[in-house]
């Protein structure tokens, strides 16, 4: 009989709730999701970034070889000429029309200029680029401002002043990396 009572104690035991038995699933699920976004980072991603049109650049190799001044000249001058000349005018800040001082916007803007000397143009001229932008946008109300399927119109309208101000095709384009509207 003894053993009769033993063997009823085993199995009585009760089974683990709460944490415990769902710590078994958790684990699964999330040694799944490693698995499977390490997976689609090395397989899925490049080619989706193939198919873009994204392409890799190696690092440079510190350790490829010596180059002689020329070719650091050479290389320093291919890459000054590839990448666009771009003037930027942080924090702006302008008060739209028909707000009464009561709203604002503020905003950064970003010119890419057609070459270096454009650039250093501008750079000459800040004061009135200033004034420019902010007569421009200072024009438009809160609305037009806000409105987001606006914002290209305002860069072509920008562009337009610049150029008629500063020379055509001195800003070849706008953009605007901040631009919060209050």
Same mark, same amino acid.
């Given at each position: 009989? +003894?053993?009769? #009572?033993? *063997?009823?104690?085993?199995?009585? &035991? %009760? /089974?683990?709730?709460? !944490?415990?038995?769902?710590?078994?699933?958790?684990?699964?699920?999330?040694?799944?999701?490693?698995?499977?976004?390490?997976?689609?980072?090395?397989?899925?991603?490049?080619?989706?970034?193939?198919?873009?049109?994204?392409?890799?650049?190696?690092?440079?190799?510190?350790?490829?070889?010596?180059?002689?001044?020329?070719? +650091?000249?050479? #290389?320093? *001058?291919?890459?000054?000429?590839? &990448? %666009? /000349?771009?003037?930027? !005018?942080?924090?702006?800040?302008?008060?739209?029309?028909?707000?009464?001082?009561?709203?604002?916007?503020?905003?950064?803007?970003?010119?890419?200029?057609?070459?270096?000397?454009?650039?250093?143009?501008?750079?000459?001229?800040?004061?009135?680029?200033?004034?420019?932008?902010?007569?421009?946008?200072?024009?438009?109300?809160?609305?037009?401002?806000?409105?987001?399927?606006?914002?290209?119109?305002?860069?072509?309208?920008?562009?337009?002043?610049?150029?008629?101000?500063?020379?055509?095709?001195?800003?070849?384009?706008?953009?605007?990396?901040?631009?919060?509207?209050?």
């Amino acid at each position: 009989m +003894a053993d009769a #009572d033993a *063997s009823t104690t085993e199995q009585a &035991a %009760p /089974a683990p709730t709460g !944490l415990k038995a769902k710590l078994p699933l958790a684990l699964a699920v999330i040694i799944g999701l490693a698995v499977g976004a390490g997976t689609g980072a090395v397989v899925v991603g490049p080619v989706a970034a193939k198919s873009l049109g994204y392409t890799a650049t190696a690092p440079a190799d510190s350790t490829a070889g010596d180059h002689s001044e020329e070719d +650091a000249a050479e #290389d320093d *001058s291919a890459a000054t000429s590839s &990448a %666009p /000349a771009v003037l930027t !005018l942080e924090n702006l800040v302008l008060n739209p029309a028909e707000s009464g001082g009561a709203r604002f916007l503020l905003l950064t803007v970003a010119m890419e200029c057609k070459d270096a000397a454009a650039v250093s143009s501008l750079q000459a001229r800040d004061a009135e680029l200033r004034d420019v932008v902010l007569s421009t946008l200072g024009r438009k109300t809160v609305d037009e401002l806000a409105a987001i399927a606006g914002r290209d119109s305002i860069k072509t309208e920008l562009t337009a002043a610049l150029n008629e101000r500063f020379g055509k095709k001195s800003v070849l384009r706008v953009y605007f990396p901040q631009y919060v509207v209050q």
